[in-house]
């Protein structure tokens, strides 16, 4: 890993263009792929086929899991590099359920994501969107204009399902000490994504061990938020 780190330090900085860049570096190197404990929370909850929209996928370790066991899955990422080699990937049985798209929260549109479900032949499925250690990876900009798009949106989600960074992890020990990351107050986050649209906090958790990574154990958030107008639609 030390070896990366002095590769990948020169376009380590705070614009979203230099994450992004950061990030195809990143998937270059082949990586082991294991769902994370937050998918298998998840899966838990959907108990029927869902649509799930994977925003900031990366490799694909939980989309593919998720695809693996029933639902569909849009897996979205601004990372070129990850999104070609997970494309490559999906065995040709799961091609009907398991899609990767580019895809750069802050310059596009969830517009494209939805039109695409409406005209596929699962559109009939409730649709949601989950989002594993990506709002920390984010530009607080990026984490406006993810709110924002989410609220629009909130007609066709029934459900929200995020992990990312509590304020408490700032000084905790990191592996990949050059990730670009921020932060994030939940309650601040919460009141963003609630106080102007239809949704609603279901579950909020945050601690530490459900994320643990070698001798990395970060101070986490877990949110469940729903749509009010879609909550029959869900299960
Ligand atoms: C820490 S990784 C998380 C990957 C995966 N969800 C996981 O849990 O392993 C953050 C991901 O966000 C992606 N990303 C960063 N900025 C983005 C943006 N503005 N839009 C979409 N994806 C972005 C990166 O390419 C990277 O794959």
């Known amino acids: 890993m030390n070896d990366t780190k002095a590769n990948l330090d020169d376009i380590v900085s705070s614009s979203a263009e230099s994450i992004v860049q950061y990030w195809d570096s990143f998937y270059r190197m082949a990586a082991m792929r294991t769902p994370s404990q937050f998918a298998a929370l998840v899966a838990s909850e959907l108990k029927s086929p869902h649509i799930i929209i994977d925003v900031g996928c990366g490799n694909g370790r939980d989309t593919f899991f998720f695809g693996d066991i029933g639902h569909i899955v849009i897996g979205l990422d601004a990372s070129g590099t990850a999104i070609d080699s997970n494309s490559s990937q999906i065995s040709d049985d799961l091609k009907e359920r398991i899609f990767f798209r580019q895809f750069t929260v802050g310059e596009d549109s969830f517009d494209a994501v939805t039109d695409f479900i409406a005209g596929a ?104 938020f729903a749509a009010r107008s879609n909550m029959k639609a869900d299960q």
């Open 121 to 224: 032949q699962f559109d009939h499925l409730p649709v949601v969107i989950y989002s594993r250690f990506f709002l920390h990876a984010i530009t607080s900009v990026a984490e406006d204009e993810f709110a924002q798009q989410l609220s629009g949106i909130s007609p066709t989600i029934s459900g929200i399902f995020l992990e990312y960074r509590d304020i408490r992890d700032a000084n905790m020990v990191k592996i990949y000490a050059d990730h670009y990351r921020r932060f994030i107050d939940p309650d601040a986050f919460s009141k963003k994504l609630t106080s102007d649209s239809d949704y609603s906090l279901l579950y909020q958790v945050i601690g530490q061990g459900f994320a643990k990574y070698g001798r990395e154990d970060p101070w986490i958030a877990r949110q469940i």
